[in-house]
């Protein structure tokens, strides 16, 4: 890709689906990965689009950022700028269910109650349908167990060129947790790192 300034587009954080105006459905995920990934793209010379779910982080300079909540906020505005970048970094810990309808009222209940949940688009799969040769796509798996078997199975279905495997350990702040990079032509890297330490190997990966 000599010649060009390369653009990448990085999301990040958690994302939030509402079961009422105070009441929501999401998880752990603080951002940090994306944030940093984002801020290390830019350091190097990389145009950067950030698409970021709820955190509580600044975001890089000279970064684009947007903010969005939902799932389907999220597939929105990755299939509107995924056309015109070269790299797919989806770090985002995006929710697998929303809740079949969010009531616009808060709920008064008291007793048992049974919510109803339908599935979010799957974003990396609607990517791949678009994507073409010269674009670049990696995902995050995270597992509680049999990383690398369901971290492949991602990688195939989903079409990655990369992907990164790690445990719900990676969830901490400094800590190093064991991180796995397995690339679409079968070669699997194994290390010990620190979230700060992954952006590097990952774009090191990405320009081979």
Do not use: C
Request: hydrophobic share 40%; charged share 30%.
């Amino acid at each position: 890709m000599a010649g060009k300034k390369i653009k990448v587009l990085v999301s990040a954080g958690p994302t939030r689906e509402y079961i009422d105006p105070v009441r929501f459905i999401s998880n752990p995920s603080t951002g940090k990965m994306g944030y940093l990934i984002a801020e290390y793209a830019k350091n190097i010379g990389y145009d950067v689009i950030l698409v970021s779910g709820p955190t509580y982080l600044n975001p890089p300079e000279n970064v684009k950022l947007i903010k969005v909540e939902s799932a389907r906020e999220m597939e929105k505005e990755i299939l509107k700028h995924f056309p015109k970048v070269d790299f797919l970094i989806m770090t985002a810990a995006v929710s697998d269910w929303r809740p079949y309808r969010k009531f616009k009222s808060k709920l008064k209940i008291k007793n048992r109650w049974n919510l109803k949940l339908v599935p979010n688009p799957d974003i990396l799969k609607s990517v791949a349908r678009i994507k073409k040769k010269n674009q670049k796509i990696v995902g995050f798996a995270l597992e509680t167990g049999n990383i690398i078997k369901n971290a492949k199975k991602k990688l195939d279905e989903k079409k990655l060129d990369l992907i990164v495997g790690n445990t719900p350990d990676f969830f901490g702040e400094g800590k190093k947790s064991t991180v796995y990079f397995i690339l679409k032509e079968g070669k699997i890297l194994k290390f010990k790192l620190r979230k700060e330490e992954v952006p590097a190997i990952l774009f090191n990966l990405l320009s081979d």
